[in-house]
């Protein structure tokens, strides 16, 4: 797999589970179902429309399940402490993005 200087993934199609948890593991991170089903959504998300999920929507998508935006906010930010595209787009094998919403 090929990954930038920062440790993105050039190209998201060579993404794997394994890939996921070893990221996760050097970012200190055990990855639970919660985690799972956020890098699933963004996964789909970027086969669908062909970029990555920007933060607002997997807000959204975590909202579904844990009710008002601003607790899925924070719940997102709890799961990925240090930031949602250095952390969640990482583990998820987006490419970095170039403007980003964080929510």
């Not at 190209?11 to 089903?37: C, I, K, M, Y």
């Not at 959504?41 to 807000?59: G, H, K």
């Not at 008002?68 to 719940?75: P, S, T």
């Amino acid at each position: 797999m090929k990954l930038d200087a920062e440790g993105f993934l050039l190209d998201p199609a060579d993404w794997n589970e394994d890939f996921a948890r070893s990221v996760a593991g050097q970012e200190g991170l055990t990855l639970g179902d919660e985690h799972w089903r956020v890098i699933r959504f963004m996964r789909e998300y970027y086969d669908e429309n062909a970029i990555p999920a920007d933060a607002r929507f997997v807000i959204r998508f975590l909202a579904e399940e844990c009710g008002h935006g601003a607790r899925a906010r924070k719940r997102l930010f709890e799961m990925f402490p240090y930031g949602y595209v250095k952390q969640a787009c990482r583990i998820a094998g987006m490419r970095r993005p170039r403007i980003w919403s964080t929510g």
